[in-house]
T-cell receptor
Framework: GAGVSQSPSNKVTEKGKDVELRCDPI?????LYWYRQSLGQGLEFLIY????????KSGLPSDRFSAERTGGSVSTLTIQRTQQEDSAVYLC?????????????FGDGTRLSIL | QKEVEQNSGPLSVPEGAIASLNCTYS??????FFWYRQYSGKSPELIMF????GDKEDGRFTAQLNKASQYVSLLIRDSQPSDSATYLC????????????FGSGTQLTVLP
């Protein structure tokens, strides 16, 4: 496909479990971003990758969150010991480069529900 | 003061009218400005971006940027019911130019 692909589209899990969310960016896009959108909240930036490197991890909400990117392509966002406040839609975006004027294109998101 | 502010609405306009959506930002050094449309239950879809002062037109959409007054607006001409959505203003701030900072969005309803 031509767009950003995210999986799973929906994930329901019990509190305390670990979850892994996947993002496959647009082919040729070197920059990849993770955001989350909670009910009634705006879009919150989590982390970005330039290639396989994540220079700034300060947007991650806690040390239970981690992300990696391999081969300059697919990225995974992992949440350990999930809490109910982690329930949100997790959105991945990619852009051609990390330059600030490059538009970011979003995937359909993963809707995460913590019971 | 929020970094990016939008009137949450809801904003209702009749079909065929011009819808005007406004956004202000606090960081004078902000460089790039984007408008996204988000239908309920869907992800944001890029519809316009602007970097320089003035107007930028694309079909029925016009983005307007005024850096001196720190606002950016989106005009939708000949509004259609299919334009009903939440419109998100996003800005790359000078201190964090690698990420988008979003406003809370304006909910637009176009009435048939």
């Amino acid at each position: 496909g031509a767009g950003v692909s995210q999986s799973p589209s929906n994930k329901v899990t019990e509190k305390g479990k670990d979850v892994e969310l996947r993002c496959d960016p647009i082919s040729g896009h070197t920059a990849l971003y993770w955001y989350r959108q909670s009910l009634g909240q705006g879009l919150e930036f989590l982390i970005y990758f330039q290639g396989n490197s994540a220079p700034d991890k300060s947007g991650l909400p806690s040390d239970r969150f981690s992300a990696e990117r391999t081969g300059g392509s697919v990225s995974t966002l992992t949440i350990q010991r999930t809490q109910q406040e982690d329930s949100a839609v997790y959105l991945c975006a990619s852009s051609f480069s990390i330059l600030s004027n490059q538009p970011q294109h979003f995937g359909d998101g993963t809707r995460l529900s913590i019971l | 003061q929020k970094e990016v502010e939008q009137n949450s609405g809801p904003l209702s306009v009749p079909e065929g009218a011009i819808a005007s959506l406004n956004c202000t930002y606090s960081d004078r050094g902000s460089q790039s400005f984007f408008w996204y449309r988000q239908y309920s239950g869907k992800s944001p879809e890029l519809i316009m971006f602007i970097y320089s002062n003035g107007d930028k037109e694309d079909g029925r959409f016009t983005a307007q940027l005024n850096k001196a007054s720190q606002y950016v607006s989106l005009l939708i001409r000949d509004s259609q019911p299919s334009d009903s959505a939440t419109y998100l203003c996003a800005v790359t701030l000078s201190g964090s130019a690698r990420q988008l900072t979003f406003g809370s969005g304006t909910q637009l309803t176009v009435l048939p």
